[in-house]
């Protein structure tokens, strides 16, 4: 089985350019995530897909980012214009829906791809 | 609101030995609780989680973690350590939101260097 497929793996940009990532989950799985890790951090969630609904959007600043997963399957970030703050590692990850209700999904397990390492000059 | 700390930037540990990475939670409610490793330049691999049930939870690559919920504490451990698992450490808890959906909390991640 085929894991989270993620490009670009590396991406320099000078300030105020436009950047987008691309990200394929694994097959079957309904929730896709956007992470962003800074150096010396853990992941921090940006945005959550079910199927092709962004339901958790609370973190991803909202004036130059923006993501789509328009037939619930795969999905593109974008950042525009990048800032040289917005240097870091994008993570896509994705899980299967489990049954249950919430006790069943908080069981889930998220699934992550390679990543795209973003530098902003 | 859902929180894990990794108290120690960096372990390190002797090929052979056995290894501790420690992990501690505050949770509101059941304690949902997994292990990440990443190596570099690569994403994360799952390692094991904890759901319910027994408190030590057996993972991949001979991994293995224990909850305690009087200390609030989900250590991971391993027998005996190798080179090959010298990578960064991440410990996360599920935090949930409305509607029942589920964001992971990560720690700041703990370094493992295996020496020979």
């Known amino acids: 089985e085929a894991g989270v497929v993620q490009s670009p793996r590396y991406k320099i940009i000078e300030k105020k350019q436009p950047v987008a990532f691309w990200c394929n989950p694994i097959?079957?799985?309904?929730?896709l995530y956007w992470y962003r890790q800074n150096l010396g951090q853990g992941p921090e969630l940006l945005i959550r897909?079910?199927?092709?609904?962004?339901?958790?959007d609370s973190q991803l600043p909202k004036d130059r980012f923006s993501a789509e997963r328009l037939k619930g399957v795969d999905s593109t970030l974008k950042i525009q214009p990048a800032e040289l703050g917005d240097s870091a590692v994008y993570l896509c990850?994705?899980?299967?829906?489990?049954?249950?209700?919430?006790?069943?999904?908080?069981?889930?397990?998220?699934?992550f791809g390679p990543g795209t390492r973003l530098l902003v000059l | 609101a859902q929180s894990v700390a990794q108290p120690e930037d960096q372990v390190n540990v002797a090929e052979g030995n056995p290894l501790t990475v420690k992990c501690t939670y505050s949770v509101s409610g059941n304690p949902y609780l997994f292990w990440y490793v990443q190596y570099p330049n690569r994403g994360l691999q799952f390692l094991l989680k904890?759901?319910?049930?027994?408190?030590l939870v057996k993972g991949s690559y001979g991994f293995e973690a224990e909850f305690n919920k009087s200390q609030t504490s989900f250590h991971l451990k391993k027998p005996s350590a190798l080179v090959s698992d010298s990578a960064l450490y991440f410990c996360a808890v599920r935090e949930p939101t409305s509607g029942g959906y589920n964001k992971l909390i990560f720690g700041a991640g703990t370094r493992l260097a295996v020496h020979p």
């Open positions: 904890y759901i319910t049930g027994d408190n």
């Open positions: 897909y079910e199927n092709e609904e962004a339901v958790d």
């Open positions: 097959s079957g799985h309904n929730t």
């Open positions: 990850a994705s899980s299967k829906r489990s049954p249950g209700g919430a006790s069943g999904r908080a069981g889930e397990t998220q699934y």
